[in-house]
């Protein structure tokens, strides 16, 4: 113990803990991994939900026993922390603020692993979330995977709406927009519309009633029929917008858009 009085020395120990608890955390993260996929292995969603929690709770532990460590030198440069903190509030407030969106996603949890949700003007299904961001798998405009990753700063949580797309669960209600001109024959614009999708969600529209209804009574809300309907609304001084609605599988919300789409304009032909 003579050797840690020697500053020098003292520092180069305190810097091989610090070493040695950056790669425990590594490898007590990878260990993690390793063992949620053998625990869970048909439920992948599952076991990622439990790592991204476990990950960021070895982050956290790693973070606090470094501090610990380092508690005296903290302690000796506490003025200069107290003057650079004003600097760090201004250049560093994305940082911040992504910390406070983490503790939000954490405590209000808007959303979890596995869900789809849009936040601002990103759109995908969450795949992680770290201290700083919200990983998600981009899903683009056709309703199919782009095969791009999205990092989403936790900021983006207490600043944006976010839209949770799959907060009933298994089935969702889901929408399909198709802009007709208002000389097109709408009474067969919606006959052939209601028909392609009565076709397209036939194998699930009874489970998906079923569904509901056991949401209406556990969660005490009024939701609508999960059989197809057809909405109108306005779109310029030229079209209007025929809205197609229906309940469908979170994972075949991108099948359904493509199959009704192209459905739809097949069987009515050109405007």
């Not at 460590?69 to 407030?93: C, H």
């Not at 849009?118 to 309703?143: A, C, H, P």
């Amino acid at each position: 113990m003579e050797l840690l009085k020697d500053p020098t020395t003292l520092f180069l120990f305190k810097l091989a803990i610090t070493f040695g608890l950056m790669a425990s955390g590594f490898f007590v993260n990878r260990a993690l991994s390793w063992s949620l996929r053998k625990l869970h292995p048909y439920h992948p969603e599952k076991a990622r939900s439990q790592l991204v929690f476990l990950k960021n709770l070895v982050r956290m532990a790693v973070f606090f026993l470094l501090i610990s460590v380092w508690a005296s030198q903290i302690s000796g440069a506490f003025l200069s922390v107290v003057a650079i903190a004003g600097a760090m509030i201004i250049t560093g407030k994305e940082v911040v603020l992504s910390l406070l969106g983490y503790v939000n996603i954490s405590l209000a949890k808007p959303f979890r692993i596995g869900d789809y949700i849009e936040i601002g003007t990103q759109n995908g299904r969450v795949i992680d979330i770290d201290l700083l961001s919200t990983k998600l798998f981009e899903i683009g405009m056709s309703g199919k995977y782009t095969g791009r990753r999205l990092a989403v700063p936790n900021a983006m949580v207490l600043t944006q709406t976010i839209k949770h797309m799959s907060m009933l669960g298994k089935f969702s209600l889901y929408t399909i927009e198709i802009v007709l001109p208002f000389k097109a024959d709408t009474v067969k614009a919606e006959e052939v519309a209601l028909q392609v999708a009565n076709a397209v969600s036939a194998s699930w529209v009874d489970e998906a009633d079923q569904y509901f209804d056991q949401i209406e009574v556990s969660e005490f809300v009024d939701l609508p029929g999960a059989k197809p309907e057809v909405f109108w609304q306005a779109y310029n001084e030229l079209a209007h917008k025929m809205i197609v609605r229906l309940a469908c599988p979170l994972e075949k919300r991108g099948d359904a858009e493509q199959a009704i789409y192209k459905g739809f304009w097949r069987e009515f032909g050109p405007v």
